[in-house]
């Protein structure tokens, strides 16, 4: 059974950091796409950022872009999101997902196999 499991939330101010980090269970990050997504309260989820670990392609948000970077640790089996100059509108949980293939989904399409439970990160003004 595949499990993703996310770590590394918290509460932080405006301006500072956090990373984030996903272990799958089960499941080895080779030939597949791993995403981090986040939900605001109210708000549907949105892809924040991408990964293919297949030659490290990656994809940002652009919100985003310059703050946040994927990164992959496969001697760890591990991915992680660095989240840098940190906005209260990047408030939400945050979800790790992966699915095995070829390439990523396209933009915009959330049909990741599998999904981690969340991360909560909140960041006050």
């Known amino acids: 059974q595949v499990q993703l499991v996310e770590s590394g939330g918290g509460s932080v101010q405006a301006g500072g950091s956090l990373r984030l980090s996903c272990v799958p269970s089960g499941y080895t990050l080779s030939r597949n796409c791993m995403g981090w997504f986040r939900q605001a309260p109210g708000k549907e989820r949105e892809e924040v950022a991408r990964i293919f670990s297949g030659g490290g392609s990656t994809y940002y948000f652009d919100s985003v872009k310059g703050r946040f970077t994927i990164s992959l640790d496969n001697a760890k089996n591990t991915v992680y999101l660095q989240m840098n100059s940190l906005k209260p509108e990047d408030t939400g949980m945050y979800y790790c997902?992966?699915?095995?293939?070829?390439?990523?989904?396209?933009?915009?399409?959330?049909?990741?196999?599998?999904w981690g439970q969340g991360t909560q990160v909140t960041v006050s003004s």
């Open positions: 997902a992966a699915r095995s293939g070829p390439s990523c989904p396209p933009v915009g399409s959330q049909t990741y196999q599998y």
